[in-house]
């Protein structure tokens, strides 16, 4: 079965801080993908990335950047000076196929992220 | 603009009358899914389709159900049988098996709706 575990339930810092939201991910099937998504208090899920399980290289998308590495089994999720806009819950999703091709995603239970001013 | 909508974003109801949630998308997307959120347990999915005529239930569809006329909406009702359904819940969309690009099951979200009931 799979599971996502976000085990950092809140996380505040200092504008201008970096900060790191972890994800580690459980699987038996070797093709998956992985997902970002970020939720800000009007309630909409708003998709950041995207990595498929056979591409472990890392992504920098501005203050942005992930790092995936399935010798652990995570996908960590890094902001790089962090801005009062980055305040939301931040949620981390495995999607693998199930039988007739129907793709099943599994949450984490989200990080809330808090940046102070 | 292409998306999903969602209504209504707030709803209040009385212990013991059915509601329901309207979601509806113009992405010309297949597979339809309806999650519920409460807070610290993430999503948890209710039901889901793939094809339009066609549903199937997720991990928590005790007191819900849904129906699939047409491919642009996904109706969700939540019943008196639910024994706890105030909660924060969230359509989704996804390219679906059927479409011409593979789905990696990366989803579109609605602006959700927030159901209390009192």
């Known amino acids: 079965a799979q599971k996502v575990t976000q085990a950092q339930t809140e996380i505040s810092v200092v504008e201008k801080e970096d900060v790191t939201l972890d994800c580690v991910y459980e699987?038996?099937?070797?093709?998956?993908?992985l997902f970002w998504y970020k939720q800000p208090p009007s309630g909409e899920l708003v998709f950041l990335i995207r990595?498929?399980?056979?591409?472990?290289q890392n992504e920098i998308s501005g203050r942005y950047s992930w790092n995936f590495q399935k010798s652990t089994s995570s996908f960590n999720f890094t902001i790089t000076a962090s801005q009062v806009v980055d305040s939301a819950v931040y949620f981390c999703a495995l999607s693998e196929a199930e039988s007739g091709g129907y793709q099943k995603v599994t949450f984490g239970t989200g990080t809330k992220l808090q940046v102070i001013p | 603009d292409g998306g999903i909508t969602q209504s209504p974003k707030y709803l209040f109801r009385k212990e013991g009358q059915n509601v329901t949630l309207s979601c509806e998308q113009n992405?010309?997307?297949?597979?339809m899914y309806w999650y519920r959120q409460d807070p610290g347990q993430g999503l948890r999915l209710i039901y889901y389709?793939?094809?339009?005529?066609?549903?199937q239930k997720g991990d928590i569809a005790e007191g819900y159900s849904v129906s699939r006329e047409k491919k642009e909406s996904f109706p969700l009702t939540v019943t008196s049988a639910q024994k706890n359904p105030t909660a924060f819940y969230l359509c989704?969309?996804?390219?679906?098996?059927?479409?011409?690009?593979?789905?990696?099951?990366?989803?579109?979200f609605g602006e959700g709706s927030r159901l209390t009931v009192l």
């Open positions: 989704a969309s996804s390219i679906g098996i059927r479409g011409r690009v593979v789905d990696t099951g990366e989803l579109f």
């Open positions: 990595r498929n399980s056979f591409d472990e």
């Open positions: 389709s793939q094809i339009v005529n066609d549903f």
């Open positions: 699987t038996r099937d070797t093709t998956y993908y």
């Open positions: 992405l010309n997307h297949d597979a």
